[in-house]
């Protein structure tokens, strides 16, 4: 397997978040490794641009071999900050872009290159044919090992998958948000062989309080003593089981609930508590 079965979101390490010192990063790091979460995502906007420099500061001191870990970063966003003179939030795929916008993240990081280099959105107005040739060198030149992207959908995977091989596509997906299992995408994702992804697995059952969202834990609290787990490692049990093979991307930075998340890899769902769990998150039975 390239990628641990649960993958580190550091969205919210810097400044859009918790905003760790160089010490708390590499403690983390430390942390995450020694729990079997080798698989760190970034992508080059997190923080306003300023989160994968932090976490390569603290990675370069943290003594972990480069080899024992894998590094994701997206680029084409191109983001409204102090950082960036940008007129608006707008998206950039062009060859030279995504060559210099992965250069910059190997600096940030301090790495030679990025196990996987994912398009962070698609654009109205990106051409795959540009898109390949800029992999066709990343790939040549030993900066990426492998290529894929985030938020596609089916046709749009096809449009790229027909010019470079696609070898992850990171979506959102969770028991809230779980529209790719019926729109198509996850077949498409299983049938190409390529690796899901998903972001925000937990969805929104720890944000909101609605209907759904208490229909979601009334059923989850009466599973809890069956599988001796918590309500979010029931719900990562729940993504883990669908034969697509999904990675969720945690983005939590408390290390018990990171634990807690490996610990939801060795939970297995009987089928119709799988199904339970969906028909509450829908809120009515299946057809």
């Known amino acids: 397997m390239k990628y641990s079965r649960i993958i580190a979101g550091t969205m919210t390490w ?23 979460i080798t698989t760190f995502d970034h992508a080059d906007i997190y923080g306003a641009y300023t989160t994968e420099a932090h976490f390569g500061n603290a990675f370069k001191d943290s003594g972990i071999e480069r080899e024992s870990i894998e590094l994701i970063s997206k680029c084409g966003i191109q983001y409204m900050s102090d950082n960036r003179n940008n007129k608006v939030k707008h998206y950039d795929y062009s060859k030279d872009y995504i060559i210099c916008s992965v250069e910059a993240s190997l600096t940030n990081l301090n790495t030679e290159y990025l196990d996987l280099l994912l398009l962070h959105r698609p654009s109205p107005l990106m051409v795959a044919e540009e898109i390949a040739e800029a992999v066709t060198i990343l790939k040549k030149d030993g900066k990426i090992k492998d290529f894929g992207v985030s938020n596609f959908t089916s046709s749009q995977m096809e449009m790229i998958g027909l010019r470079t091989d696609i070898d992850v596509n990171q979506i959102e997906f969770s028991l809230t948000q779980h529209s790719a299992m019926h729109d198509g995408t996850l077949d498409y994702i299983k049938t190409c062989g390529i690796k899901p992804m998903a972001w925000s697995p937990l969805g929104i059952v720890f944000k909101e309080d609605n209907e759904k969202t208490r229909r979601i834990h009334k059923q989850l609290g009466e599973l809890m003593d069956k599988y001796n787990a918590t309500e979010d490692q029931l719900i990562l049990a729940w993504i883990l089981k669908h034969p697509a093979g999904i990675h969720p991307v945690v983005g939590t930075t408390n290390k018990e609930r990171l634990k807690q998340a490996m610990h939801a890899t060795k939970i297995e769902l009987e089928l119709e508590d799988w199904f339970l ?9 299946v057809p």
């Not at 769990?277 to 039975?285: N, S």
């Open 14 to 36: 810097g400044s859009w978040g918790k905003q760790l010192s160089k010490k708390e990063m590499d403690a983390l790091i430390h942390h995450c490794t020694s729990l079997g």
């Open 277 to 285: 769990i969906l028909v509450a998150a829908q809120g009515h039975k």
